[in-house]
């Protein structure tokens, strides 16, 4: 009888798992998807990522849905106070102890490479777009490094310089970006979005943050799987589109090469209203503003 009685407990144990595998797939799908976000949230890059390029990345989470593979998804951000140590540190942090799924901005380069190397070790994606330095799709290139922002190779100066200088002083400048919220259509009702939000319009580093998560969710959508291998791929595989991205094709160093466009500095006399800096001067489509994707050495590009 009591052999009896231990076999049947034994089975009972065995059943357990089995017989709640609703309750077990309701607890993995409650746990959210992170994305995290190292960022210079208080220092002088600031402006050029910081809170916006949060703002922005909940944006993208909003218009996905909110959701990817049947869980909820959640943006996270932390200082990393542009300093090497520090942005790895709280990468592998965020990664070992948190639950990051995938990271996200980056503030200067040096820290950039910092989050770099330890998403190589732990293989999480790394979805750039604040670091312009062509390092990290050069030599230092990572397969699960993905640089949104216009490097320096491609980049002369930004939205952000016209805005703290003001416009009377920068009147007739020439530079390059790869966004303007004034742009078109498209751009001008995004921007809305962002400036209801910011009281203040949006840079190309808060639009790449934008066009990084969103991209980054059709890829793991289309993937079926958060494997840092297979999404990579399917990044790679699908090309960009959004609001100011058309056709974008990402290339095998992780650059994501922007349409680039030449703009001049309106004087003030020509604005239409308080953000009408720009006249458009002239376009250079994708990639074509880009360095070929083998020029600085990354071992990720074949011969």
């Known amino acids: 009888m009591a052999d ?38 208080a220092g002088p890059y600031r402006h ?46 965020w990664i070992d102890n948190k639950g990051v799924d995938v990271l996200a901005d980056g503030a200067a380069s040096s820290a950039g490479l910092a989050i770099q190397q330890v998403a190589l070790e732990k293989k999480r994606l790394f979805l750039m777009s604040t670091p312009t330095s062509t390092a990290f799709i050069g030599k230092q290139c990572s397969p699960y490094g993905f640089q949104f922002a216009a490097d320096t190779y491609a980049l002369a100066k930004g939205v952000g310089d016209v805005l703290s200088l003001g416009q009377d002083v920068c009147q007739g400048l ?12 498209e751009t001008r009702a995004w921007s809305e979005r962002y400036i209801a939000k910011m009281n203040a319009p949006p840079n190309e580093y808060n639009a790449g943050m934008y066009a990084a998560v969103s991209h980054w969710l059709k890829a793991v959508k289309a993937a079926g799987t958060l494997d840092a291998d ?13 609001f100011y991205n058309k056709g974008v094709k ?41 360095p070929p994707a083998g020029l600085f050495g990354c071992p990720l590009v074949k011969a």
């Open 48 to 93: 050029v990522g910081g809170p916006g390029s949060r703002v922005t990345a909940e944006m993208a989470v909003a218009d996905f849905g909110g959701s990817v593979l049947g869980r909820p998804l959640e943006v996270m951000q932390g200082d990393d106070q542009n300093k090497a140590d520090v942005a790895g540190a709280l990468a592998r942090e």
């Open 4 to 41: 009896l009685s231990r076999r049947v407990a034994l089975a009972a144990l065995a059943a357990a798992p089995l017989a709640r595998p609703g309750l077990l797939r309701a607890q993995s799908s409650s746990v959210p998807i992170r994305i995290g976000l190292l960022s210079d949230v």
């Open 250 to 290: 990402i290339m095998d160093n992780g650059c994501v090469p922007h349409t680039m466009h030449l703009w001049q500095v309106k004087a003030p006399a020509q604005s239409q209203h308080k953000w009408d800096l720009f006249e458009n001067l002239a376009t250079v489509p994708s990639p074509e503003a880009f």
């Open 230 to 242: 297979a999404v990579a791929a399917q990044m790679r595989a699908i090309p960009l589109n959004d």
């Open 174 to 185: 020439v530079l390059t970006n790869s966004f303007y919220f004034d742009a078109t259509p």
